[in-house]
């Protein structure tokens, strides 16, 4: 029976800083994220939930679980890719995400996949 291996799936992330639906006077500063899911393994898999871990500039951690992604949960054969676009809102012009993607390949086994760290940032704040 083949295995799959987390290794399977490489993750892409692309951030950007939504000026026009943020306010600095509250704070409230949204960003959006495109993240691409690529199976570079040998069998089919289905994204059935992920967990996020959403973190503030004063450090705050924010747990994010759910089934899916943005409202789907897609199966990914391989060589193929899935992309969504998503987003948060944070109190600071500074964060991070990371998590993990909760997937079942075609032979009904359960694995995870990483999510690597990435950052979110008001572009003026990078120098």
């Keep these: 029976m083949m295995m799959h291996s987390p290794n399977d799936f490489k993750i892409e992330i692309e951030t950007e800083y939504l000026s026009a639906q943020s306010d600095i006077t509250m704070p ?3 960003f959006s994220y495109t993240i691409s ?21 004063e450090g705050e951690v924010h747990n994010v679980q759910g089934l899916g992604v943005v409202g789907e949960q897609p199966n ?6 899935y992309r969504y ?28 996949v990483n999510i690597p760290f990435f950052k979110l940032a008001v572009p003026s704040l990078i120098n």
């Design 37 to 57: 899911i690529i199976n570079t393994g040998t069998l089919s898999a289905q994204l059935i939930s992920r967990h996020w871990l959403i973190t503030n500039g």
């Design 28 to 30: 409230q500063f949204v």
């Design 85 to 112: 676009t998503s987003g948060t809102m944070l109190p600071t012009p500074l964060g991070t995400m990371q998590g993990t993607y909760q997937m079942r390949s075609e032979n009904g086994e359960l694995f995870e």
């Design 76 to 81: 990914i054969s391989p060589g193929q890719c």
